[in-house]
């Protein structure tokens, strides 16, 4: 063992309300791997998160597939992901790394054969590429049909609206919009994001409510409203991830899985939720059929 404490986080409980379908995906978690350092730039990690870890939580949940998302932790080094992904096979994950200036072509390559689908870029402290780097990031994975997955002040939604008109990749934008101040559902720069999607390339991630809202648990109605709007608006553009280990809150805000996955159910009925969890991740991610 490292010098990272090895988890101490809730891992297993009741199940969640919701009924999971056949190929249930779980599009965002991060992994914390012994032997892997946070590196500069990126915010400390307190404690591990494996794939064994993970493992318990997506039992409980009961979901099959799942995303596993680059750290701002690791900043530009993707090899906690990598081997994160290299645990759970891709029969059933997917990955989203980091793409700098130093990721050589056969990176690329290599990343795409084991299950990478995206890059990430995260416009918030912390973050490895901010929006500004799109360009580039994008010219890279191109040729390989990968996503973005973008994270902003959804407040700043406005002053990020040209850069994001112009990707002609898919993009995600990423924890319900990130507005760190919640708005109201009929906000005007909501708005903005519906007109965004409508432009075809553009999903939407139903993830971290807990982190901006001021409702709070169980609902974070506040937040809550966003989603449910988006997802009535475009539900085939619509996916869900439960932002596990919950890495940006203190241990007393720290949230329910189960709860995290079941306030689905008061989003959206369930043919939608089916194809949140399950049609919209295979479509974007390159999953097969659930057997």
């Given at each position: 063992?490292?010098d990272?404490?090895?988890?101490?986080?809730?891992?297993?409980?009741?199940?969640?309300k919701?009924?999971?379908p056949?190929?249930?995906?779980?599009c965002?978690?991060?992994?914390?791997l012994?032997?892997?350092a946070?590196?500069p730039g990126?915010?400390?990690?307190?404690?591990?998160?494996?794939?064994?870890d993970?493992?318990?939580?997506?039992r409980?949940?009961?979901?099959e597939?799942?995303?596993?998302?680059?750290?701002?932790?690791?900043?530009?080094?993707?090899?906690?992901?990598?081997?994160?992904l290299?645990?759970?096979?891709?029969?059933?994950?997917?990955g989203?790394?980091?793409?700098?200036?130093d990721?050589?072509?056969?990176?690329?390559?290599?990343?795409?054969?084991l299950?990478?689908?995206?890059?990430?870029?995260m416009n918030?402290?912390?973050?490895?590429?901010?929006?500004?780097?799109i360009p580039?990031?994008e010219?890279?994975?191109?040729?390989?049909?990968?996503?973005l997955m973008?994270?902003?002040d959804?407040r700043?939604?406005?002053?990020?609206?040209?850069a994001?008109?112009?990707i002609?990749t898919?993009?995600?934008?990423?924890?319900?919009g990130?507005?760190?101040?919640?708005?109201?559902a009929?906000d005007?720069?909501?708005?903005?994001l519906l007109?965004?999607?409508?432009?075809?390339?553009?999903?939407?991630k139903?993830?971290?409510l807990y982190?901006?809202?001021?409702a709070?648990?169980?609902?974070?109605?506040?937040?809550?409203?966003?989603?449910?709007r988006?997802?009535?608006?475009?539900?085939?553009?619509?996916?869900?991830?439960?932002n596990w280990?919950?890495v940006?809150v203190?241990?007393?805000?720290?949230?329910?899985?189960a709860?995290?996955?079941?306030?689905?159910?008061?989003?959206?009925?369930e043919?939608?939720?089916?194809?949140?969890?399950?049609d919209?991740?295979?479509?974007?991610?390159?999953?097969?059929?659930?057997a």
């Amino acid at each position: 063992m490292g010098d990272i404490p090895a988890n101490t986080r809730q891992l297993d409980g009741p199940a969640p309300k919701l009924a999971m379908p056949k190929g249930a995906t779980d599009c965002h978690i991060h992994v914390y791997l012994d032997g892997h350092a946070p590196q500069p730039g990126g915010p400390p990690i307190a404690e591990l998160a494996t794939p064994a870890d993970y493992a318990v939580v997506q039992r409980r949940l009961g979901l099959e597939r799942v995303v596993i998302t680059q750290s701002n932790a690791y900043q530009f080094d993707n090899g906690a992901t990598i081997a994160g992904l290299k645990a759970m096979g891709s029969e059933t994950a997917r990955g989203v790394v980091v793409v700098g200036p130093d990721t050589t072509e056969a990176e690329l390559a290599d990343y795409h054969a084991l299950g990478v689908r995206g890059a990430r870029i995260m416009n918030l402290p912390g973050g490895a590429v901010g929006v500004d780097g799109i360009p580039n990031v994008e010219a890279r994975i191109r040729p390989f049909g990968w996503h973005l997955m973008v994270q902003f002040d959804g407040r700043e939604i406005e002053r990020h609206r040209v850069a994001l008109e112009a990707i002609e990749t898919d993009y995600i934008i990423d924890h319900t919009g990130k507005f760190l101040e919640p708005v109201a559902a009929d906000d005007a720069r909501v708005d903005t994001l519906l007109r965004l999607i409508d432009r075809g390339n553009a999903w939407f991630k139903v993830a971290g409510l807990y982190e901006t809202s001021r409702a709070g648990a169980p609902d974070f109605a506040d937040v809550a409203g966003i989603a449910r709007r988006v997802i009535a608006h475009a539900p085939e553009r619509v996916i869900w991830g439960s932002n596990w280990p919950h890495v940006g809150v203190a241990r007393e805000h720290y949230p329910d899985d189960a709860v995290l996955l079941g306030n689905l159910a008061d989003l959206a009925d369930e043919a939608t939720c089916r194809r949140i969890l399950v049609d919209n991740p295979a479509a974007l991610y390159g999953f097969p059929e659930p057997a």
